[in-house]
């Protein structure tokens, strides 16, 4: 066993899994439980597992969910790791996680999967059995092509959409300005720098389906080196006589919006970039139920752009 995966519920009892259920029984009769609200089921390599599992430990302080963490591997009887809310499956192989998963999630609750990594042809068999998926891989591009196929079926989404929610609240509020808006056909070109170019690529849909554009709006996305802990690092829209641009401010907790040329007079605003740690994404996740059809406009268009 790997040292990622011994470190998946380290406290947790180790049972076989056959006798999982049975152990399961037994803990809900020993103990009061308080009352779960979900069925979270993080799925992905063994190195990538701990810190959703000590993020969902932290959401789970406020909001009771079982959470079901499952490391992908070679095992058809993978060992199992049992606490009082939470379910470690070591180094099961890909081809069992539907069957794992339709087994031990609470049937009458919500199921949310939280995609980190993984065999693809795993992601379909889990995907029909989420009330609501959410991606979260290093390099998304199959990924995404695999998932948007199942937005009828589950609600889709991916945090780099939930990273991006103060940029996106933002420049909105902007548009909200009449010139602004009435200016919206008018822009003629896109950039954006930022460290990750799938959160650019997303942003870039968001706005090319928001905006209807056409392909005569050039949409130029630049890789910045930044540090890694934000996704963005600017985003300008050019328009005839307009210039709109956010951009990170030096103390990289702001994040400042501008407007400027044309009739209107400089507009500035400044937001706080907010919570980024992982357990704040996932608490957010959390609490949303329904299909975000922003969210589902935005990947298919990027899904259309250039790699």
């Known amino acids: 066993m790997s040292a ?34 979900a069925t979270v089921v993080v799925i992905g390599e063994a190195a990538r597992l701990p810190d959703a599992a000590a993020a969902l430990d932290r959401v789970g302080e406020t909001g009771g969910v079982r959470t079901i963490l499952i490391s992908e591997g070679e095992e058809s009887t993978p060992t199992v790791r049992v606490t009082d809310d939470s379910i470690a499956l070591l180094g099961l192989a890909p081809r069992f996680h539907d069957n794992a998963v339709a087994a031990l999630r609470l049937s009458s609750l919500p199921t949310v999967v939280w995609w980190r990594g993984g065999a693809l042809d795993a992601l379909e068999g889990v995907a029909d059995l989420a009330d609501r998926l959410v991606l979260d891989v290093d390099d998304p591009a199959e990924v995404w ?21 103060r940029w996106r609240a933002l420049l909105a509020h902007l548009f909200d300005l009449p010139d602004v808006r ?50 963005l690092e600017s985003v300008t829209l050019s328009a005839d006589d307009l210039e709109i641009a956010l951009h990170v401010r030096p103390s990289r907790t702001c994040l400042e919006a501008s407007v400027r040329g ?24 959390l609490g949303v139920r329904a299909r975000d059809t922003a969210f589902e406009r935005a990947l298919a268009a990027a899904l259309e752009m250039p790699a």
């Not at 998932?147 to 929610?165: C, G, N, Q």
């Open 262 to 285: 044309g009739n209107i007079a400089t507009v500035s605003r400044v937001v706080p970039l907010g919570d980024s740690a992982l357990r704040a994404l996932i608490s957010e996740e």
């Open 4 to 37: 990622q995966a011994a470190a998946l519920l380290p406290e947790g009892a180790v049972v076989a899994f056959v006798d999982l259920e049975a152990t399961l029984v037994r803990i809900r009769e020993r103990r009061r439980m308080r009352a779960l609200t």
């Open 182 to 231: 009435a200016r919206a056909a008018t822009v003629r070109r896109l950039t954006i720098d930022g460290a990750d170019p799938a959160s650019a690529k997303l942003f870039a849909g968001w706005l090319r389906s928001s905006l209807r554009w056409t392909n005569g709006t050039a949409i130029d996305l630049r890789r910045s080196a930044g540090d890694g802990a934000l996704p």
């Open 145 to 165: 092509r695999r998932a948007i196929t199942h937005i009828e079926r589950t609600a889709l989404t991916d945090l780099r959409w939930t990273r991006l929610t």
